[in-house]
């Protein structure tokens, strides 16, 4: 049984009148009743009854009608869903992001992504670059915007360099500014009691290996948290921390930035996806999206 023999005979059904039918189908005439012949043959019954001239359903046309038109609807619905997803009316987003981008980054390039797109549904994913790694090895999310270099046991994964930010101190802004307020070393830092990302964060490896670099390990008051937690345990007096410049930017009172003067800390952020898999239809487009806004050191 195929497509366009159903198409026909619903054509037939609904006219009652070959000719008509096929000039409705834009087929000729000859080409229509031979397509309903074979469909007959295939299913071993008539489906019109043509006695007179007169054009008229058999009762085995009579079962087929109902489920010819379902088939048909139902394709044409098929037909509307994909084109939906190709002009990027309709759609779903899995995007992973470092906590720090989710505030810094990511609010107003969603926001002008979904004011172009509105039918696309968007489902972000917080976590550190390591986290987000894995999730997009498992097939979890779409696209990922992590910190380079990649873990060394990181699976295949197409990496485009998308920004390069400096990473600042933030005290609390009633304590006593260290250095006497001035631009700092990481040296700086070895008596300074510090706030500690959890495991996972590529802040936290990179802020531990920049100060093992300068000859000392970091003494860490609080360890473990989020950025909004670090954030705020900041702000209540229980050390320092080290930030992307963005995050203290957006960051809102109670905290001081302190600039990282000499070698500054700096770190590179990726939009990284599955190299095994192409991205879907709209995560490409918001891939394409992010990747015109790139930007150099910030």
Not at 90 to 101: C, D, H, N, V
Not at 111 to 129: K, T, V, W
Not at 173 to 181: F, K, L, T, V
């Amino acid at each position: 049984m195929q497509f366009q023999q159903l198409v026909y005979f619903v054509a037939v059904a609904e006219t009652r009148h070959f000719t008509r039918a096929a000039e409705r189908v834009h087929v000729a005439q000859p080409s229509l009743s031979q397509q309903i012949k074979a469909l007959e043959r295939e299913l071993g019954a008539e489906l019109f009854s043509r006695a007179r001239g007169n054009v008229a359903l058999t009762e085995a046309g009579e079962a087929l009608l109902p489920l010819a038109r379902r088939i048909l609807a139902d394709t044409d619905t098929a037909r509307l869903e994909v084109q939906e997803l190709v002009q990027l009316r309709r759609g779903r987003i899995r995007l992973g992001a470092t906590p720090s981008l989710c505030t810094g980054l990511l609010p107003d390039v969603l926001r002008a992504f979904h004011d172009a797109h509105p039918g696309i549904r968007l489902l972000i994913e917080e976590g550190g670059s390591h986290d987000l790694v894995r999730e997009l090895a498992r097939g979890a999310l779409d696209l990922a915007l992590v910190a380079l270099p990649l873990p060394p046991a990181a699976p295949a994964l197409t990496t485009v360099e998308l920004l390069t930010e400096d990473l600042v101190v933030v005290t609390a802004a009633e304590s006593d500014p260290p250095g006497g307020g001035g631009p700092l070393a990481v040296a700086d830092l070895r008596d300074e009691p510090m706030v500690m990302f959890r495991h996972g964060y590529d802040l936290r490896e990179l802020t531990v290996a920049a100060c093992r670099a300068a000859g000392f390990e970091p003494a860490f008051t609080v360890e473990g948290g989020e950025m909004d937690a670090v954030l705020g345990f900041v702000r209540a007096g229980l050390g320092l921390a080290v930030v992307p410049a963005m995050v203290a930017d957006r960051a809102g009172p109670g905290l001081r930035t302190t600039p990282l003067a000499g070698s500054p800390l700096r770190r590179t952020v990726a939009l990284a996806h599955r190299t095994d898999v192409a991205p879907p239809r709209a995560a490409r487009e918001l891939r394409r999206v992010l990747l015109a806004g790139r930007q150099g050191p910030v």
